[in-house]
């Protein structure tokens, strides 16, 4: 079942020309990395796909609803509120967590459910008490964010937007603020939550990682995807030639 169809996505800002025609799709339960140069579009696409910038054309159908239509080469966009009901079908894990200082664990997780999705208090604490353990931090529920590490947060972040219960979780850069170490216990619950058939979509620099984890991998460079395919296929034997000159820089 498809649950991400982009086509022809373009982004500019003044008179930088940031995504030039972006391609692609995904499927339930498939997980996509993509890679690149700082630079390349990579977070820029990623906010477009989760509504946080406005593509200039191309559409974007999530779950089979076409939230943002192409018509005569221009991203057409619901009204603001429509727009905010339909995005709840991305979530968004940011590379440096913005969890809220002043709440627990537990509500952290619990807040927007209650206050987005309307679910009463015991319902959204039951849901949020079961992602957490399932990110490993179910003795952490009444913690705050300065008495966690940078691991545990961001797997607070993760279980956050899990708790939206999203038809496709995207990530940027998960690990870039973090130690080896730390990077090490984020990157094990992304790949428990691969195995429990979470779609993910993740902009990572973690080259071994995307190959070991992702079903898909994007070479996105200069705002166009010049390889994409099977992701340990094309992380060992990627057929483009800046594909190739990007690997070897990585590998070095």
Not at 41 to 51: A, E, P, V
Not at 116 to 129: G, H, I, P, T, W
Request: net charge negative; charged share 30%.
């Amino acid at each position: 079942m498809e649950i991400l169809k982009v086509e022809n996505i373009n982004k500019t800002f003044d008179d930088l020309h940031v995504l030039k025609g972006v391609s692609f799709c995904m499927n339930k339960g498939e997980v996509v990395a993509i890679i690149g140069s700082s630079g390349g579009g990579k977070t820029t696409l990623l906010r477009c796909l989760t509504f946080l910038e406005k593509a200039d054309c191309g559409s974007i159908t999530i779950d089979g609803d076409n939230i943002v239509a192409d018509v005569e080469g221009k991203s057409v966009y619901p009204n603001d509120e429509e727009l905010r009901k339909r995005a709840l079908k991305v979530g968004l894990v940011f590379q440096d967590f913005n969890l809220f200082p002043h709440k627990s664990v537990l509500q952290n997780c619990t807040l927007a459910p209650t206050s987005v999705l309307k679910l009463d208090k015991a319902q959204a604490e039951e849901n949020a008490r079961r992602v957490l353990e399932q990110v490993g931090l179910s003795d952490k529920v009444d913690a705050y964010p300065y008495q966690l590490s940078g691991g545990q947060k961001q797997r607070v972040a993760i279980a956050r937007a899990l708790c939206m219960n999203p038809s496709l979780l995207c990530f940027d850069e998960p690990t870039s603020a973090l130690d080896p170490e730390l990077t090490a216990e984020v990157l094990k619950v992304i790949k428990d939550l691969k195995d429990h058939g979470v779609t993910m979509l993740i902009v990572t620099h973690e080259i071994d990682f995307a190959r070991e984890v992702a079903d898909t991998a994007i070479f996105l460079d200069n705002g166009v995807i010049l390889e994409q395919g099977n992701a340990k296929e094309l992380i060992d034997n990627p057929k483009n030639e800046r594909t190739k000159e990007f690997l070897k820089k990585i590998a070095e």
